[in-house]
């Protein structure tokens, strides 16, 4: 028997500790055994927007946000008005008792559950912001959880300032004694604690991202700022040292990606990270990483566009684009992943690549993927294997940099060894002088290119299948739409799900393959264009005609994809 | 010790004959010479421009990149190998047109290398369009009726922005300019070498003879530490009043200085190894 997914939101205003709530509750739920998805949608600013944060949880896997809610901490009026027609008949309310908040409007469907947040945030020593404390405390004893979790939590948190873990800790407890006298009938036995579960991670995009460049022997990474990747850079700011890795703000993305392959082509393994308009402003770079041959893993981070477009929401526009910038021809290595383990291994993967092709490799990611956590076991690595690709390490008086070989790849060789060594931007010859001869420039083009057939024999990934080899309904997708699909899956024994996380070189004959053998195909992606499916139909001539697509820069809903399901089925 | 002869490519300048940069060309190969720059512990990199093929006139290791954005790729190098001699050849449309933003920003960081700014005061490799160094009112093929804008004053802006060393040279004072690049580099800072560079092809107005006229030595008796003398001196530009030598020096602590991770030896000296993450993984559950 399948366990079922609850949700718990909580919504206030920026600035109300919105988010620390969310991602304390989902740890205590991990803690206390149970899977989790965190979803998270904020407005682009600072303070005074709405900011809600959704917890699934389960005891089964969750993968995805979903759009029904079974429990809801209001810290302000907008979360009831917002949120209330996403509760589930018999959901739970927390709110504010003083009369700021009405939640009258839910008294018939919900079990309404006033506590004086404030009043015992105060009591508790503390400011207005610690009413989160005071909620997370009183949901745990409403949902029978064991409140021990948020105080170690709390104290890990604020381990460096132990009077503020204190009164956080004050508050919550005051939360959930509260509820204990005045709620004794409780709410649901959601939160019960596990005996002998295995542990899990919680971690976003981010940190996949992040962590896994510092274990795949990252040296050297210059970024400019922009969502929703400046938070990779927080993470690296702040372990440069202890990793002796440097990390330093660019001025701009030009810069970023220029300085990025100067250290790369002094010997250092190197990457940048941005998002789309970020990665506009790499573009000119990109191709010279190409021209040039220097390795650099670029890290896009996909959010609503074009120009400013949607700063904090999620959008899958930029397949193209990263496929098809820059004027020329030249081998790109473009991978993607669809959740925050597959973002750490891809990564660690992309140094590799960049290193062994010489090549700039791109790292497709979205928001979602980037701020939403997940529970996984604690990623294991062990396999990985440090590989930097041909490199002349000692002097060689007969050493020429664009030696033509039969798999594209010429050796490197670094500054200071002692060989004459020129990275030219110009055509060239095969030393790196400029050259503009036929034969020259047929070589040198023909070489680089060389390098995407070599990578599609010894190194190119599969497609991931998720579910039964042979299905009625094929989904096919990328990126963050991979949770919900497989969410929606549970209900659906006899549909599949096509994961593409190699798009170039592009693994064709597999997708064909697998594609071949459906009888119906379903191309969901969080653009307007299709772009996957463009893709499929030009690398394998197999047009997916149903496209489910989407472009507010919401992620889609497992419970949309099963209505998809659905009509696909009464219509056959 | 390196020579002359192994400074040498199989390439001869494809540079009009009578250009500055065959003056700048000399200067370098002779403080290279003179100062044991070579494989070992030397790189340079180019911008675009007819200044950017000194990667293939000179036989050390180099980059020749972008149009504009020699001098982030030269931090790069700089940040990742600190043990290198870091020399940037760039133009006055390439570092102050196209890439002045990476100009002030690298100079207000202070990274440690030495950039050589050739400036014939046009776009020489496209054929001679007004730069940012243009003089007011003159006739180019992109301002036909006179250049309508001021042009930059190059030392006062590098000052401004925070470079550590700012000297003007006359390109073809072969002697001087090398003595120059030799100090530059020796500074420990960000150092400007603006060289004044005569285009015979584009810009008739800034000759040889013009240079020669009107330039003249800053004297013994000027104090290069002072900044708002500095500043001041680098206003002065006029008939037989264009002063050359080092306008401003002080030292402050590098870009470079400011990683402890990189105290003990240069960045790519460590090798890459897979790193043990465990203790930040603990931090996610
Ligand atoms: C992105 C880009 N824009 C424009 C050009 C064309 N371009 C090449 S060199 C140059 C100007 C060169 O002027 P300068 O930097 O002063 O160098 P010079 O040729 O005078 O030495 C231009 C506009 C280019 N190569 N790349
Ligand atoms: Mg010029």
């Known amino acids: 028997m399948s366990n079922k997914v609850y949700s718990i939101k909580i919504g206030g205003m920026a600035g109300q500790g919105i988010k620390s709530a969310g991602l304390n509750f989902a740890k205590v739920a991990a803690r206390s055994g149970y899977n989790i998805y965190n979803y998270i949608e904020y407005p682009s600013l600072i303070r005074g927007g709405h900011n809600v944060m959704q917890t699934t949880f389960s005891l089964d896997e969750v993968h995805s946000q979903i759009q029904s809610v079974d429990f809801l901490i209001a810290l302000n009026q907008e979360t009831i008005n917002l949120h209330k027609d996403e509760l589930v008949s018999g959901a739970g309310i927390i709110f504010e008792d003083e009369g700021k908040i009405d939640a009258t409007a839910c008294k018939d469907k919900c079990r309404l559950f006033a506590v004086p947040l404030k009043k015992l945030a105060t009591e508790a020593g503390g400011q207005e912001i610690v009413s989160n404390n005071v909620a997370l405390g009183a949901s ?34 005051s939360g959930y004694e509260y509820a204990q006298t005045n709620f004794p009938n409780k709410f649901d036995s959601l939160l019960t604690p596990q005996k002998n579960a295995n542990k899990k991670i919680v971690v976003n995009g981010t940190d996949g991202v992040a962590f896994g460049a510092i274990a795949a022997g990252l040296q050297y990474t210059a970024i400019y700022p922009m969502s929703p990747t400046s938070n990779i850079l927080t993470i690296l700011a702040a372990n440069q040292r202890e990793y002796g890795y440097i990390y330093k703000q660019a001025e701009d993305e030009i810069a970023a990606i220029n300085m990025s392959l100067g250290a790369s082509f002094a010997g250092a393994r190197a990457m940048t990270t941005t998002s789309g308009g970020g990665f506009c402003l790499m573009t000119e770079g990109f191709g010279l990483a190409g021209q040039t041959e220097t390795p650099i893993v670029i890290v896009e981070g996909m959010r609503g566009g074009p ?38 291994h891809q990564i660690m993967l992309a140094f590799n690549l960049a290193e062994k092709y010489q090549t700039p490799v791109v790292l497709l990611v979205d928001k ?45 060789t670094i500054p200071g060894v002692g060989n004459h060594l020129v990275a030219n931007s110009d055509e060239h010859n095969s030393y790196g002088y400029s050259s503009e001869t036929i034969s020259d420039r047929n070589e040198q083009v023909q070489k680089r290119l060389r390098k995407l057939e070599t990578c599609a024999k010894e190194d190119m990934g599969k497609p991931i299948l998720f579910g039964p080899e042979n299905a009625e309904i094929t989904i096919v997708s990328w990126g963050s739409c991979k949770g919900p699909i497989l969410e929606a899956m549970k209900d659906y024994p006899f549909v599949n799900y096509l994961h593409i996380n190699w798009i170039n070189p592009f693994p064709a004959d597999a997708i064909k393959a697998i594609l071949s053998r459906s009888t119906y195909l379903l191309d969901i992606e969080c653009n307007s264009t299709a772009q996957m499916a463009g893709l499929i139909r030009e690398k394998t001539g197999i047009d997916i005609l149903d496209r489910f697509l989407k472009n507010d820069g919401r992620p889609f809903f497992p419970e949309e994809i099963k209505d998809k399901i659905n009509s696909i089925i009464k219509t056959r | 010790m390196i020579t ?22 000399a200067a370098f190969k002779n403080a290279a010479v003179t100062s044991d720059w070579d494989n070992t512990n030397t790189a340079f990199v180019a911008g675009i421009g007819c200044h950017g093929h000194m990667v293939n006139f000179v036989k050390l290791t180099s980059f020749e990149g972008l149009h504009g954005r020699p001098i982030p790729v030269a931090t790069g190098i700089k940040m990742a190998n600190h043990r290198l001699n870091v020399f940037v050849f760039t133009g006055d449309g390439d570092c102050l047109g196209e890439g002045g933003n990476h100009f002030i920003n690298a100079a207000r960081r202070n990274h440690n290398i030495t950039v050589l700014l050739h400036n014939n005061n046009i776009y020489g490799l496209t054929t001679g369009q007004t730069s940012p160094t243009t003089r007011k009112d003159f006739p180019t093929k992109s301002t036909p009726d006179g250049n309508p804008d001021e042009p930059f004053k190059v030392l006062n802006l590098a000052i401004a922005a925070g470079a550590t060393f700012a000297a003007r040279v006359y390109a073809n004072d072969i002697a001087g300019l090398s003595a120059m690049i030799i100090k530059a580099n020796e500074h420990q800072g960000f150092s400007v070498v603006e060289m004044l560079q005569p285009c015979i092809t584009f810009n008739k107005e800034c000759s040889p003879t013009f240079f020669t006229d009107n330039t003249y030595k800053l004297p013994d008796s000027y104090d290069p530490t002072n900044i708002a003398a500095a500043l001041e001196k680098t206003l002065e530009f006029g008939e037989k009043q264009i002063p050359v030598g080092l306008f401003y020096k002080v030292d402050k602590p590098t870009a470079e200085s400011e990683f402890p991770q990189i105290d003990a030896k240069p960045l790519v000296d460590n090798q890459v190894e897979k790193r043990d993450v465990s203790e930040l993984l603990q931090t996610l559950y």
Not at chain 1, 328 to 340: C, K, L, M, N, S
Not at chain 1, 383 to 405: A, C, F, L, W
Not at chain 2, 4 to 24: D, M, S, V, Y
């Open chain 1, 307 to 344: 120009g400013t477009g949607l700063p904090t929401w999620s959008e899958q526009g930029d397949l193209r684009m990263v496929l098809h910038a820059h004027q020329g021809e030249f081998p790109r290595i473009v991978v993607a992943a669809g959740d925050a383990e597959e973002a750490f």
């Open chain 1, 368 to 412: 979602n993927i980037l701020d939403d956590e997940q529970t996984f076991p604690k990623f294991d690595y062990s396999s990985y294997q440090i590989n930097r690709g041909k490199m002349v390490r000692e002097k060689d008086p007969e050493y020429h940099r664009y030696v033509v070989t039969d798999d594209g790849i010429s050796p490197r």
């Open chain 1, 140 to 173: 745990i004893s409403l949902m029978g959880g064991d409140i021990k979790y948020l105080f170690d939590l709390i104290d890990e948190d604020f381990s460096f300032k132990p009077e503020i873990a204190e009164i956080n800790k004050k508050a919550a407890q």
């Open chain 2, 4 to 25: 002359a002869a192994e400074l040498a490519t199989p390439n001869f300048p494809n540079w009009c004959p009578g250009c500055g940069n065959f003056g700048i060309w």
